[in-house]
């Protein structure tokens, strides 16, 4: 199981931006959506990252494939908020 502390620091970095910008309260719902359909869309992202040319899309990629990475970074945005 993935917990908060094992988070990529990039999806820490990037929870940290929506928090700076107050964009937490409508990430931590569509995360949920995201764990439903997260391996279709790791699969998109795989087949434009060579089009796209950005690195920071497999951190994204590889997180949608695992839940449990997905369930980690939500509650890393919930306890932010406390």
Not at 15 to 39: C, E, H, N, Q, S
Not at 49 to 63: C, D, R
């Amino acid at each position: 199981m993935t917990t908060q502390s094992s988070l990529p620091n990039a999806l820490k970095d990037w929870a940290d931006t929506l928090r700076l910008y107050k964009l937490d309260w409508f990430t931590i719902p569509l995360l949920d959506v995201m764990r439903i359909w997260g391996f279709v869309g790791s699969q998109i992202i795989w087949l434009l990252e060579p089009f796209l040319g950005e690195q920071s899309l497999t951190i994204w990629a590889e997180a949608l494939e695992q839940p449990e990475t997905l369930k980690a970074l939500k509650q890393y945005l919930v306890e932010g908020e406390k």
